[in-house]
């Protein structure tokens, strides 16, 4: 049977973390009533003009100064035509001739390990569509226009992944980048975050790219590795019956696991760019771009270098620190207020994450403060609470980020340092549990385990396991 090779390129759309609109002042925030972020500019109607948000622009140089593109210093807006009920104006401004950044590239890991440039043909800026909302009951759809003219930036990647896990490793790194910039959230689920995949198979040794599909409607990591398997399976079992296969769009059903035709290449309409009359040119003087470039913030990369001699964390602590912006400005804030690095790396890596898991949440919906996590690693660390009240203590943190101070004096949970009244409990365990004394004193070292535990369970867990232990070998 020949040997396939798959050849992925993709187009990432990113929309924006600005608070308003990219050519006019209604808010971008995701959710409200339908139609009620609008204007007369956002829904299209004659004679209105687009004013550029600043913003827009300097967030789409530190994501391309980000990914080692070359800023375009003068470059300007086009007019991309397409008639479409949710495209109010009949059609988008967007950059075709002179986008902003061209030719950059960033590293991903490969599953063997090694490092792989993804090459980044351009990232232009653009405004966004509104969405179409169908309603079967009726047999209509209706139109919110609360997302027209949310900032966009396009990143258009060369074909250079080979693989579903390459092409996750380029989404996350990519992600994350924008993530440590400010420049968006990223949440796939919301769409602000959304990847259209560009697939097309060739045999092992082939110079010449075979024909491409592009396929939409992906809105996760999980569906996207999904849709890569399924297209590629699909074209190479065309290729394998002796048919073509047809340069196409084509929408992706997750539930399904199948993507079907959307319309050919032959039915896409001409776009017919031209300029955009109502947008001046954008000049970058080297002043503005050097001014951006001075506020780049550290991103994943360095952090893990410096979290490693710092901080003095192995490595695997600080990749997961670093994986998410969140987790790394909980730990940097959480550690300058109690100056215990590995004490707030450990809670962030085992309770955390243990808690995120089980709630299926993601690190950016943490919502503790790290004031309250310090506060409860100190409690632990001056022995006012013990460990596992520490843990029930951390989850009301976790939940509602409850004063932990506060919390313990309400809930009567401070440890018990009481020597008289500790002695009294261990004199009487001791005087209820003849067995495990004698298992104890016949070289059974094991049974003061239990003795520990019936002591705890007797103090309602209120008690320093350390002191108990040392009390219990002391009478023993």
Known sequence: M???????????????????????????EFGGAPNTHTCPVCTGMPGSLPVLNKQVVEYAIAVGLATNCEITQYCKFDRKNYFYPDNPQNYQISQLYLPICRNGGIEIETEEGGEKTIGIHEIHMEEDAGKLVHDDWNDSSLVDYNRSGVPLIEIVSEPDMRSAQEVIAYLDKLRMIIQYLGASDCKLQ????????????????????????????????????????????????????????????????????????????????????????????????????QEIRSRQPELRTEKLERYKKEYEIPEYDARILTSHKKLADLFEETTALCSQPKKVSNWLMVETMRLLKEHEMEPDQLAFSPEN??????????????????????????????????????????????DGALRQTIEKVIADNPKSVEDYHNGKTKAIGFLVGQTMKAMQGKADPGMVNQILKELL
């Open 373 to 418: 996590l310090a506060k409860l690693i100190q409690m632990t660390e001056r022995k006012e609470i013990n460990s596992s009240v520490a843990k029930k203590v951390f989850e009301e943190i976790f939940r509602d980020d409850v004063d932990p101070e506060r919390y313990v004096e309400e809930q009567g949970l401070k440890t018990v340092s009481d």
């Open 2 to 28: 020949k040997q396939y090779e798959t050849v992925i390129g993709l187009e990432v759309h990113v929309e924006l973390a600005t608070k308003t609109k990219i050519f006019c002042g209604c808010s971008t």
């Open 190 to 289: 919301e769409g602000s975050m959304r990847a259209d995949v560009n697939l097309s198979v060739r045999e092992v040794g082939q110079k010449e790219f075979g024909t491409r599909t592009e396929m939409k409607n992906l809105n996760s990591f999980k569906a996207i590795a999904r849709a890569i398997e399924g297209e590629k399976n699909r074209q190479i079992d065309l290729l394998e019956a002796g048919e073509k296969v047809i340069q196409e769009t084509r929408r992706w059903d997750d539930t399904k696991e199948y993507s079907y035709a959307m319309r050919s290449k032959e039915d896409a309409q001409d776009y017919r760019y031209f300029p955009e009359p109502d947008l001046v040119p954008i000049l970058i003087s080297d002043e503005w771009l």
